[in-house]
């Protein structure tokens, strides 16, 4: 079995395909959240449930317009919250994803889930209908964090949660740290409980204000941001303890035992190819970066005329450069192939080296400070051929 | 040709805001020089940035004919002149061109510094001065205190006071007639070689370089070939005329008339203020007394904020200084800041007016450095250096001492701040000098003071802790050898050129604070721990830390956005791009600039 972070997995999982499915519905919107998401109090969202059967069908009519494909090496719902449409509506989409393109027998089929949704049926339904992977939104463990995150479920929910979900499913806890009011104790106290229950997988985000959200807005009247040196700390603590639970870090913020690497995400930074479905997916298939409108109203309108729900496409100007600045969130880093000559002259590269945040190894450039991991996309966004 | 027994010369002397512009606009209603539908306020400022601020910076004039009833025709010219500090020169060369002054005071202030510096220099050039009241109408007018201190400073009795109100145009045709009564004819001799002083000079685009002048002796015709005495230029006089106020071209200008000249001559530098024009062949010989070069007092570094505008600002600079021969500059190359000028001013204002005239007339962003004035350094082999910018100060080892300009500075200030005025003046190393009482409650106070402490912010402080009461004038003194020391800014060890300064050792420790506290919170945190030192030689004064960035990576992908991403680095790019490196350190050019800024 390869390690999560070897040079081998990554290139691998570079020529994997995989499609995403979205499903943006919530029971309410979470406060930072930036995602395309449809919540009750929307405009044109008074009827749920008939929306959602719509969207469904849209859905359908989407996936039946990709032209045909190779075999899919990972299949992910996220959100929104998948868990909120049940299993039924999940395995009619796997079933047509799977007869339109076909999923290999190993596939990862994933699907993100929050905590208060869990249940034993849940759970049941899913791996009926294929899914062998859950991702949990547990974020903190520490009520008083939930609250200011504006999440609906407790601690003891999601605890109860994972070990629901453990014995059945490839488990990921999505974790996020550094909210403002969040101690240090707090989230070392989060990060110890979450580990207890050896989960496969840890993604842990920093929270970060996208503009025009609610939190971006409290911030802007004068609340708390957060603040990047605690987060930093938290950061460390989490890459620190990981190895308790046999996680190894294989990108910026996500951790895995070895065979439970989540395949999208691994693709997605080797700039792998992928199909979007759903509102606001992005796609990006033979070279082309699609992406699909944001509003409900406009997706659901150009599926039912028939038309593609696209609000644009973009084709990189220089795929070596994205290959490079995608490839340096892994920790096994980026191959510099024919950008080697220039980052080994450019000085923006030697402050990067002087500086420890990155080495360059045998052509491969590695990232020792992941934090800084912008800091170096910019600079590697300057060299050229 | 009007006989010279009937001109009138005369100026105005007035505080900003007391009304001179109005009161030249009344004139020129009253006496039909200008139709009604044709006044627009403000007659004599031409300069938008003038017109603005509410202050003359170039001097103009204006021939007004008058006839008092059952009298002769009278030419009444009225010379404007600058009403600021930084311009005293040309303001001496305007009252040389009068032989009359309204003094013009505002009925509910009462005078300032720099309108009784005019007065004093008025009475001094010989001009006979007839003191006015302005602003009568205003309810909180008492023009008898003000009447009071007038004839305090110029002797005489309150009656002789006139109250007018250039706003109403009460009292307006009584100064009419007051000027032609009391104000003498000129002088001169009209049948001398022809001598007329240059008391102002304009570049126009399609003209060339217009001087305005005022015969003293003899007649000029149209067509004589001229001599400019002090830059020996010979030209043609082109065009000659008087304006009332638009130009008027003329045949011949006579002793004591006043009137503009136009050569041809496109460089304003060779036809300057205070020069005198006689005859190419057969001119006068002796040049009118008080010519001077310009002499800039205060020098600062100007900087475009994007290098690639240093063509443009070359170019700009070099057509204001067609207009403004007192503006001087040469090339400077700052590591910080990149290719730029240092450029000499005649004061603080000056430095403003030019800086705002280049951001907006040729729509430049300018990084302009800390004010300095001239030193003299002295060093050990007994050559004494004058230094400009804090860079060409010499070695340390060699350098023996640094003397400083100083001004004499005239306050004038209700009584009841004197006490403030005198711990300002300590504040800034002054020495105190003679101390008058205008009135019982306003004092005139005399005072030393080193130059570079007036250009950095005394004039603001003295306001604002008088609650705008206090008034201003200086002039220059003689140098000082003074303990000054060269304050460099150290980032990460490399010394930041445009920081440095040059201060008074007690005022080192001050300088190297504010500084580096300020850069700290300028400069974003770097890869590394930065430094930053305030240094006099190799002695660290003050010290700050600019913690390492230890995270500046945003969170996931948005549903595989990648195109997000990759703009979102792009413009972090572009934020790198408009980095200054200094050293190893990016330092944005915002930095700078409001690190620079003075007024904080």
């Known amino acids: ?385 | 040709m009007t006989d010279a027994a009937r001109i009138r010369n005369f100026c105005i002397i007035a505080h900003i805001d007391h009304g001179k512009s109005t009161l030249a606009d009344r004139l020129l209603e009253v006496t039909g020089a200008v139709e009604e539908r044709d006044m627009r306020a403000q007659w004599l400022d031409t300069m938008d940035l003038e017109r603005e601020r509410g202050i003359t910076i170039k001097a103009n004039s204006v021939s007004i004919r008058y006839k008092p009833e059952g009298g002769d025709e009278y030419l009444l010219n009225l010379i404007d002149t600058p009403g600021h500090v930084d311009f005293s020169y040309e303001v001496s060369r305007s009252l040389a061109a009068c032989e009359g002054a309204l003094l013009l005071v505002d009925a509910s202030q009462g005078i300032e510094a720099q309108t009784l510096a005019n007065a004093y220099l008025a009475i001094e050039s010989g001009l006979e001065v007839i003191p006015v009241i302005n602003k009568i109408d205003l309810p909180a007018a008492d023009p008898e205190r003000v009447a009071k201190e007038m004839v305090g400073i110029l002797g005489g009795t309150t009656d002789e006071v006139l109250a007018v109100s250039a706003k109403t145009g009460a009292g307006v045709p009584e100064l009419l007639d007051m000027i032609v009564a009391k104000l003498p004819p000129p002088g001169g001799v009209s049948d001398a070689p022809p001598r007329a002083l240059v008391f102002d000079s304009y570049y126009d685009t399609y003209r060339g370089v217009v001087c305005h002048i005022r015969m003293v002796d003899g007649t000029l015709n149209k067509g004589d070939q001229v001599r400019f005495m002090a830059t020996d230029v010979v030209a043609a006089a082109d065009e000659i005329g008087i304006e009332n106020p638009d130009p008027l071209p003329l045949a011949k200008l006579h002793r004591g008339e006043v009137g503009y000249l136009i050569t041809g001559i496109k460089e304003i530098d060779l036809l300057r203020v205070g020069d005198t024009v006689t005859l190419a062949t057969h001119g006068a010989t002796e040049p009118l007394p008080g010519y001077s070069e310009p002499k800039p007092m205060v020098f600062s570094g100007i900087f475009p904020t994007d290098g690639d505008d240093f063509e443009r600002l070359r170019d700009a600079l070099e057509k204001l200084r067609l207009n403004d021969s007192s503006l001087v500059y040469r090339a400077e190359t700052s590591r910080a800041l990149g290719f730029g000028f240092r450029a000499g001013f005649l004061g603080l204002l000056h430095m403003e007016i030019v800086r705002e005239r280049l951001e907006r007339e040729y729509d430049l962003d300018l990084v302009t450095t800390a004010p300095s004035v001239e030193y003299e350094a002295r060093t050990t082999d007994g050559i004494v250096k004058r230094v400009s910018s804090p860079q060409d100060l010499p070695d340390r080892a060699v350098l023996e001492s640094i003397a400083e300009p100083y001004v004499k500075v005239m306050i004038i200030t209700p009584s009841s701040y004197v006490g403030t005025v005198m711990e300002l003046v300590q504040q800034k190393r002054g020495e105190m000098g003679e101390m008058t009482y205008l009135s019982p409650t306003r004092v005139e106070m005399h005072y030393d003071i080193p130059l570079a402490e007036i250009v950095f912010d005394f004039f603001d402080q003295l306001k604002s802790r008088t609650k705008g009461y206090a008034s201003l004038d200086y002039e220059p003194g003689p140098y000082r050898t003074s303990d000054l020391v060269r304050v460099d800014i150290l980032l990460n060890s490399m010394p930041v050129d445009a920081f440095s300064t040059i201060v008074h050792r007690d005022k080192a420790f001050q300088y190297g604070r504010r500084m580096s506290t300020r850069l700290r919170e300028l400069i974003p945190r770097q890869l590394f721990d930065v430094p930053i030192q305030a240094a006099i030689g190799g002695r660290i004064i003050a010290r700050e830390t600019i913690k390492a960035k230890r995270k500046d990576v945003t969170a996931k992908c948005y549903g595989g956005d990648i195109t997000r991403k990759r703009k979102l680095l792009e413009k972090q790019k572009e934020g790198k791009k408009r980095m200054k490196m200094v050293g190893a350190v990016e330092v944005p050019q915002e930095a700078f600039i409001s690190a620079l800024r003075i007024d904080e």
Not at chain 1, 62 to 91: D, H, K, R, Y
Not at chain 1, 176 to 198: H, K, Y
Not at chain 1, 272 to 281: H, V
Not at chain 1, 319 to 328: A, D, K
Request: net charge negative; glycine share 10%.
């Open chain 1, 1 to 385: 079995m390869l390690a999560p972070d070897s040079v081998e997995l990554a290139d691998l999982a570079a020529g994997w395909r995989s499609a995403y499915v979205h499903i943006p519905f919530c029971r309410r919107r979470c406060p930072y959240c930036d995602f395309a998401v449809v919540a009750p109090g929307d405009a044109g969202a008074d009827d749920i449930p008939a929306l959602t059967d719509r969207y469904l069908a849209a859905l359908h009519t989407e996936i039946e317009m990709e032209p045909e494909w190779e075999p899919l090496a990972a299949l992910n719902f996220g959100g929104g919250t998948p868990s909120a449409i049940g299993p039924q509506a999940i395995a009619e989409l796997i079933e047509h994803i799977g007869s339109r393109f076909s999923i290999d027998p190993g596939a990862e089929v994933s699907i993100e889930a929050n905590p208060e949704d869990v249940s034993e049926e849940l759970i049941a339904g899913l791996v009926a209908a294929g899914v062998n992977r859950i991702s949990l939104g547990v974020q903190s463990l520490d009520d008083a964090v939930l609250l200011a995150l504006g999440r609906s479920h407790t601690a003891a929910e999601a605890v109860a949660a994972m070990e629901a979900c453990l014995p059945d499913l490839s488990v990921g806890v999505d974790l996020i740290f550094g909210t403002p009011g969040e101690s240090l104790g707090s989230w070392r106290s989060t990060v110890d409980q979450t580990l207890a229950l050896f989960p496969h997988h840890v993604s842990a985000y920093a929270l970060t204000v996208e503009t025009g959200t609610q939190l971006w807005k409290s911030v802007r009247d004068g609340a708390a941001a957060p603040d990047a040196d605690d987060q930093a700390d938290k950061y460390e603590y989490l890459m620190l303890r990981a190895g308790d639970a046999n996680l190894v870090r294989y990108e910026v913020s996500n951790y895995s035992r070895p065979g439970h690497t989540c395949r999208y995400n691994l693709a997605t930074w080797g700039q792998g190819e992928y199909l979007g479905f759903g509102l606001g997916a992005h796609g990006h298939r033979d070279g082309v970066r699609r992406r699909n409108v944001r509003a409900i109203n406009a997706y659901l309108a150009a599926a039912e005329r028939g038309d593609r729900p696209e609000a644009g496409s973009e084709v990189e100007p220089d795929p070596e450069v994205e290959r490079l600045i995608l490839g340096l969130r892994r920790t096994c880093g980026v191959d510099l192939g024919d950008r080697e000559q220039a980052a080994s002259t450019d000085s923006g590269v030697r402050r990067l080296i002087d500086a420890g945040v990155v080495a360059i190894e045998r052509g491969r450039m590695v990232v020792l400070k992941p934090l800084l991991t912008d800091e170096v996309g910019a600079t590697v966004l300057s060299l050229s051929a």
